[in-house]
T-cell receptor, first 116, second 113 residues
Framework: DTEVTQTPKHLVMGMTNKKSLKCEQH?????MYWYKQKAKKPPELMFV???????INESVPSRFSPECPNSSLLNLHLHALQPEDSALYLC???????????????FGPGTRLTVT | GDSVTQMEGPVTLSEEAFLTINCTYT??????LFWYVQYPGEGLQLLLK?????DKGSNKGFEATYRKETTSFHLEKGSVQVSDSAVYFC????????????FGKGTTLSVSS
């Protein structure tokens, strides 16, 4: 099973709302990632978790708050977002994080977020 | 630093035409190389990969060969279908531990019948 699942598929939220995106994988991968993708652009890395610890935060605004409750789950908590945060949010996982010999990343289908 | 340069589209082809999407890279050492595909409204799927020089990755009729001497990993398909219409990303792992993938800008392929 090489599946990464994400919920919800679509989310519309106002600028004062609090919501969470969820991601799950059951491949035994020890690295999980959050990416943000704007239309027709490559994904931009937001966060990397390795062995359930945050290892990279790519200068993401604090209105995005990641959480890794266990090795299979990854959440992204959203609060006080701006309209420019509207994008496709992708979760991914890989066997290990980092280095030129790392295995491929498996991506979920994404959550399409619209901030009104 | 490490980088990926990918031909930008859009690429527009008729069904059964030959496809080439160029990808060159700059990297320290010899990283694994990947092609990802993103169909409309979906996430990224790994299309194929190669882990060392002269390796050929292949999947769904697509092929790419890891060329160390030209630092290239061009994607090819002999006969494209309408269903191949998608955005294609060339990628390699960043060199540092705990980091992620470096993507090319993506190439949009549109195939008409």
């Amino acid at each position: 099973d090489t599946e990464v699942t994400q919920t919800p598929k679509h989310l519309v939220m106002g600028m004062t709302n609090k919501k969470s995106l969820k991601c799950e994988q059951h491949m035994g991968h020890r690295a999980m990632y959050w990416y943000k993708q704007k239309a027709k652009k490559p994904p931009e890395l937001m966060f990397v978790y390795s062995y359930e610890k945050l290892s990279i935060n790519e200068s993401v605004p604090s209105r995005f708050s990641p959480e890794c409750p266990n090795s299979s789950l990854l959440n992204l908590h959203l609060h006080a977002l701006q309209p420019e945060d509207s994008a496709l949010y992708l979760c991914a996982s890989s066997q290990e994080a980092g280095g030129p010999r790392q295995d491929e990343q498996y991506f979920g289908p994404g959550t399409r977020l619209t901030v009104t | 630093g490490d980088s990926v340069t990918q031909m930008e589209g859009p690429v527009t082809l008729s069904e059964e035409a030959f496809l080439t999407i160029n990808c060159t890279y700059t990297a320290t050492g010899y990283p694994s190389l990947f092609w990802y595909v993103q169909y409309p409204g979906e996430g990224l799927q790994l299309l194929l990969k190669a882990t060392k020089a002269d390796d050929k990755g292949s999947n769904k009729g697509f092929e790419a060969t890891y060329r160390k001497e030209t630092t290239s990993f061009h994607l090819e398909k002999g006969s494209v279908q309408v269903s191949d219409s998608a955005v294609y990303f060339c990628a390699l792992p960043a060199n540092q531990a705990g980091t992620a993938l470096i993507f090319g800008k993506g190439t949009t392929l549109s195939v008409s019948s």
